[in-house]
C-alpha cells in the first residue's frame, strides 16, 4: 500500500533563504506526483506536476524533482519570501490504482520569517 | 486558467438538516471529487465521478451522498447533518493527466 511521507512537519527560516522540502513514497510505481500550497483557511492551490516519465518541473522560483527509484520528491523554493509562509503538501498517484487516486502527505508547514 | 468555485465559503447549518454543498469547473474536466479535511487527519476522499450520472466511494462516504447531473457541476449532500460532519470541505477536478484543481473550500459547521 503506498504510504506518502513529508518530513520535516514545520519549518521555519530567515526570509531570503533557499530552502528545500521533501516528500518520500515507498512504491515507485507511480503515474504522477503533485505539489499544493495551502494557506489558512483556505483551498489547496497546484503549484507543479511531476508525470512519471519526467524528472523535474519549475514554475519560477519553484523547482520540483522526482527520483522514483529512491521513491523521492523534493521541492525547491529559492530566495524565499514571507508570502511563501504556507502548508505544502505532496501527493501521489499509484499506477496500480485504476480510480487514479491521490495518496497525500500530511504536509510541510512553512514559516519564513521577515 | 482553471477554475473551480464552490457555493459558499462559509455555512452554519442546524443537527438533522439537509445540506447542499455545490461545486462547478469551468474547464471541461471529466472528473470531479469531494474531499473533507479535518485537523491531524489531513484530506479524505468522501466521493469522485468519472462522468455525468457516475459516482463512486471514496474512504469515507457515509453520512453523504453526490449527484452529478451535469459535467460541470458536482453536488455534495448530507442528507441529515450531524456535529462530527463540522470541517473543511473542498471540491477538486482533475485533467486527463488527473492533475488536480481544488476549489476555495466550504466551512461548514453543524450545531
Known amino acids: 500500500k503506498q504510504e506518502v511521507t513529508q518530513i520535516p512537519a514545520a519549518l521555519s527560516v530567515p526570509e531570503g533563504e533557499n530552502l528545500v522540502l521533501n516528500c518520500s513514497f515507498t512504491?515507485?510505481?507511480?503515474?504522477?506526483l503533485q505539489w499544493f500550497r495551502q494557506d489558512p483557511g483556505k483551498g489547496l492551490t497546484s503549484l507543479l506536476l511531476?508525470?512519471?516519465s519526467q524528472r523535474e518541473q519549475t514554475s519560477g522560483r519553484l523547482n520540483a524533482s522526482l527520483d522514483k527509484s529512491s521513491g523521492r520528491s523534493t521541492l525547491y523554493i529559492a530566495a524565499s519570501q514571507p508570502g511563501d509562509s504556507a502548508t505544502y503538501l505532496c501527493?501521489?498517484?499509484?499506477?496500480?490504482?485504476?480510480?487514479?487516486?491521490?495518496?497525500w502527505g500530511a504536509g510541510t508547514k512553512l514559516i519564513i520569517k521577515p | 486558467d482553471v477554475k473551480v468555485t464552490q457555493s459558499s465559503r462559509y455555512l452554519v447549518k442546524r443537527t438533522g438538516e439537509k445540506v447542499f454543498l455545490e461545486c462547478v469547473q469551468d474547464?471541461?474536466?471529466?472528473?470531479m471529487f469531494w474531499y473533507r479535511q479535518d485537523p491531524g487527519l489531513g484530506l479524505r476522499l468522501i466521493y469522485f465521478?468519472?462522468?455525468?450520472?457516475?459516482?463512486e466511494k471514496g474512504d469515507i462516504p457515509e453520512g453523504y451522498s453526490v449527484s452529478r447531473e451535469k459535467k460541470e457541476r458536482f453536488s455534495l449532500i448530507l442528507e441529515s447533518a450531524s456535529t462530527n460532519q463540522t470541517s473543511m470541505y473542498l471540491c477538486?477536478?482533475?485533467?486527463?493527466?488527473?492533475?488536480?484543481?481544488f476549489g476555495p473550500g466550504t466551512r461548514l459547521t453543524v450545531t
Open positions: 477538486a477536478s482533475s485533467n486527463r493527466i488527473y492533475e488536480q484543481y
Open positions: 474547464m471541461d474536466h471529466e472528473n
Open positions: 465521478s468519472y462522468d455525468v450520472k457516475m459516482k
Open positions: 512504491d515507485s510505481a507511480i503515474y504522477n
Open positions: 511531476i508525470q512519471s
Open positions: 501527493a501521489v498517484i499509484s499506477s496500480m490504482d485504476s480510480n487514479y487516486q491521490l495518496i
